[in-house]
């Protein structure tokens, strides 16, 4: 129906303007002096022509319209009518590149949206259970050691906060940099000295001889990997163990070596990856799968590389290197 209308419309106009044509057609031969009879004549072959004329251009137009209603509507489940020339042709060409090219885009923004929703709801989760935890604590009369264990689960809180929060922040394309120098010494220290319960209450051996380098960086996001590399360590380390800060060269100049229980051969090629917790994640409950996957988008944005040297059982070695 839509398209017989638009056909029409289009006959209306061209018998608009054949009018006037016949009209002055008609007045330049009455001028010339040529008769009623011959005008007539004329104008019948005139007619004539442009009645072939305008049925052979209505049937163009409805397989044209036809043609246009299907690329109008097109998918890429719709097959395209035949290409007649080499104009069609390139404009189908066109048309598929271009949905092509929108359909991609739009199955990335639902897969970045679909993975936003995964992360949020593993964190909410993951923060659900040291506030549960502060809540019986504090329901009853805290003993001293009870305050020291609610430190801990305020530490857990605010340890999620930072990486969901930094984790949004990237996802929204808020990764302003600011360059300058950094000293690793003081990041690390701020980094310890925020974290320092944690290493206390597993009684773990810290060797850090403040000795590393000072590097061109952006010290906000630099910080925020480091934590969540150290907070992995101290994670995945076992009460007594032994954790180690070092710098091995000016380009690989952080290392974060523990001696704990190390990650399984088949999961290390996965420990980037979004939601990962692997073989340990899933014997720890604090592990989200979003620590290393965080610290390996910033170390993206910001050029630089993180190596991991483990075995089932034989500690992790972090390496942070410029690529």
């Known amino acids: 129906m839509k398209t017989i209308k638009k056909t029409f419309n289009i006959i209306k106009n061209q018998l608009f303007w054949y009018v006037i044509f016949i009209s002055l057609t008609d007045l330049s031969l009455y001028l010339y002096g040529i008769s009623r009879e011959q005008r007539r004549d004329i104008m019948s072959v005139i007619t004539e022509i442009f009645v072939v004329a305008i049925v052979t251009n209505y049937i163009l137009t409805i397989i044209k319209i036809q043609k246009l209603s299907k690329i109008n509507d097109y998918r890429k489940d719709v097959i395209l009518p035949i290409a007649t020339s080499e104009v069609e042709k390139e404009y189908q060409n066109i048309l598929n590149k271009t949905v092509n090219s929108e359909q991609a885009r739009i199955d990335k923004i639902n897969s970045q949206r679909q993975e936003f929703q995964d992360s949020l709801s593993m964190w909410t989760h993951n923060i659900k259970i040291p506030i549960t935890g502060l809540q019986l604590i504090l329901d009853d009369n805290p003993t001293y050691k009870d305050i020291l264990v609610a ?22 394309g808020n990764n302003d940099l600011l360059i300058d120098r950094v000293d690793l010494n003081e990041l690390i220290d701020e980094i310890l000295k925020r974290n ?9 051996h810290l060797i850090y001889n403040h000795d590393l380098p000072t590097i061109v960086t952006d010290k906000k996001w630099l910080e925020i990997l ?3 590399i150290i907070i992995n360590a101290n994670k995945y380390t076992p009460k007594d163990g032994t954790i180690k800060i070092y710098s091995e060269s000016k380009e690989r100049f952080i290392v974060i070596e523990d001696s704990g229980i190390g ?22 409950m604090n592990s989200s799968g979003l620590g290393l996957y965080l ?28 690529k």
């Open 151 to 172: 430190k801990n689960k305020v530490l857990q809180i605010q340890q999620n906060l930072t990486a969901i929060l930094g984790y949004i922040s990237l996802s929204e």
């Open 196 to 204: 320092a319960w944690d290493f206390v209450n597993k009684n773990q």
């Open 226 to 228: 480091m934590e969540q």
């Open 263 to 284: 990650i399984d051969s088949g999961d290390i090629k996965r420990i980037f990856e979004n939601g990962f917790t692997g073989k340990n994640g899933r014997q720890n």
């Open 295 to 322: 610290a390996n988008q910033i170390a993206e944005m910001l050029s630089l590389e993180i190596k991991v040297d483990s075995k089932k059982d034989s500690g992790s070695k972090f390496v942070i290197e410029y």
